[in-house]
């Protein structure tokens, strides 16, 4: 069912994110007829634009960035007409009543009060402002059709986020708030959720009594992409383990949720971050790895080292690549542990995590033949490969009893996923909708900092020694291998 009548007013309308992500999924949705019978897209921002010279920008940003590129035998010139921009600062409390002059107008045009839909797609530091001067506006008190998108990084550590909830929260109820995390709308995310909750398969092994270990991996092989004022004060662990990969550690640990309602996925998720075992800031050491990349090549290329990255400190700190273990402290995971990863200009794009089973107790085979670590796993591959592995040992064919692992697959791809949405096209539809079971609610954001709030601590109160730490190309530093290694394990890279 496409939702109903609704205006986007995106801020950072002429901004980077809406160039490449928000455009472009609001044209998929438009393409594939999602987007409701009367809808208008508007861009916000201080730059000149008329609206012509607007809507050619942002075709560009399709040409070059959307899944369907160009402008699709004459549907961009349909799609375009619903497009504006307004000039405005957003700073500007007297500008404001643009937006509500532009929702009246269109009240009147299509004769039904539509969903109003305010995207924050800036930086951070502008939210606080932009949010309280929308919050004064009359329409905001509508809590069932006006909603407001804040982008991650939601605040910089634990207090700002609290204190970014307060403001939110003053203004707008919690159903009105929509915090992004963009891998929550990725197809392979979610059917995390599927493969655990739809099949009785699985969840009688899925527990500490079969489960030894679980990876978390989410390696880049890109480096900053001219993003070098934002990572520098960001890091690793703030841009991407605080956010996506806690998400996907709660995916793949959570309990059963009785329906899909938001708040029941919601209240699972946050029972796992409350559950994670708080790091003592004196064991970070053996709990956490950060690294740096030096200069070096990729992929044949010359690359420079992250301290001569443009908008980067020359001794700057900031971890490029984080690992950690976490565990969780309840009836299903305890012992169990949960390592992870990230990292820019590693070997590989490679989004992934490994469930590593127990080896079978009892081996009645040539000890030569087999070797219980290589298999006996399930992969949930999210990108680049989207897939679903089960491997596990055969009789290799001959006379001897020999053993071989296999992997039993399921292409998500071949299986119709080629054509899947982008992850923010299904969130942009989740919020003209008004479902946010996708979204994080405000306690989710604050258990997930609390969670890495002792590694940011100690990391910022101990300078490195060792950066930079690792080569471009390579899977990171040492010290990520030593982390499993002490454990007995190693890290398994599936691409
Ligand atoms: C963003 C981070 O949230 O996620 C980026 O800020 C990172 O640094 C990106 O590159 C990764 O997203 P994806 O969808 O390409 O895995």
Not at 13 to 40: E, V
Not at 134 to 140: D, E, N, P, S, V
Not at 151 to 176: I, R
Not at 234 to 255: F, K, P, T, W, Y
Request: charged share 25%; glycine share 8%; aromatic share 12%.
């Amino acid at each position: 069912k496409r939702p109903g009548p609704s205006i986007v007013f995106i801020f950072g309308g002429s901004g980077d994110l809406n160039y490449r992500k928000l455009t472009p999924a609001l044209y998929n949705l438009f393409l594939d007829d999602w987007m409701p019978d009367h809808f208008a897209i508007a861009g916000i921002g201080r730059s000149p634009y008329s609206n012509d010279a607007y809507r050619e920008h942002l075709l560009e940003g399709i040409t070059k960035f959307s899944r369907r590129k160009g402008k699709q035998n004459g549907h961009w010139k349909d799609f375009k007409e619903h497009v504006s921009y307004l000039q405005m600062d957003g700073d500007d409390e007297k500008a404001y009543h643009l937006i509500t002059d532009m929702v009246k107008e269109k009240e009147l045009e299509w004769g039904i009060h539509p969903n109003v839909i305010f995207y924050l797609a800036v930086a951070p530091q502008l939210v606080p402002s932009i949010a309280s001067k929308l919050g004064a506006l009359k329409i905001c008190s509508d809590t069932s059709s006006t909603r407001i998108v804040v982008e991650k990084p939601f605040g910089h550590d634990l207090a700002s986020a609290h204190e970014l909830n307060a403001l939110l929260t003053g203004m707008f109820a919690e159903e009105q708030i929509f915090r992004i995390d963009h891998y929550l709308g990725k197809e392979t995310v979610q059917n995390i959720l599927a493969l655990r909750f739809a099949n009785a398969l699985f969840e009688p092994v899925w527990n500490r009594n079969y489960i030894d270990h679980v990876q978390i991996t989410a390696a880049e092989s890109v480096g900053l992409e001219g993003r070098g004022g934002y990572f520098e004060h960001s890091g690793a662990l703030r841009d991407m383990v605080q956010n996506h990969i806690l998400q996907i550690l709660c995916m793949v640990a959570m309990e059963a949720p009785v329906s899909f309602e938001a708040n029941e996925i919601r209240n699972k998720k946050v029972d796992v971050l409350n559950a994670i075992r708080r790091i003592q800031h004196h064991e970070v050491h053996d709990f956490a790895v950060r690294g740096q990349y030096g200069p070096g090549w990729k992929k044949g290329n010359e690359v420079v080292g992250y301290r001569q990255e443009n908008g980067v400190n020359p001794q700057s700190s900031t971890e490029t690549f984080a690992a950690a273990k976490f565990y969780i402290d309840n009836w299903r995971w305890q012992g169990v542990p949960f390592y992870v990863r990230t990292g820019k200009y590693l070997n590989q794009k490679d989004t992934h995590i490994t469930i590593q089973f127990k080896p079978a107790p009892h081996y009645a085979f040539p000890s030569e033949s087999a070797d219980s670590w290589r298999s006996n796993r399930l992969t949930i591959s999210i990108q680049p490969n989207m897939d679903i592995s089960i491997r596990f040992q055969v009789k290799r064919p001959g006379q001897s009893m020999n053993l071989d692992p296999v992997d039993m697959k399921f292409g998500y791809e071949e299986s119709g996923g080629e054509h899947a949405p982008e992850a923010y096209e299904t969130l942009l539809l989740d919020v003209m909708e008004g479902d946010a079971t996708l979204f994080m609610r405000a306690d989710q954001v604050e258990s997930a900092w609390k969670v890495i709030m002792p590694i940011l601590e100690t990391w910022e109160g101990r300078k490195p020694q060792d950066f930079p730490n690792y080569a471009p190309d390579s899977w990171g530093p040492d010290d990520a291998d030593a982390l499993l290694a002490r454990d007995g394990h190693s890290w398994i890279n599936t691409v």
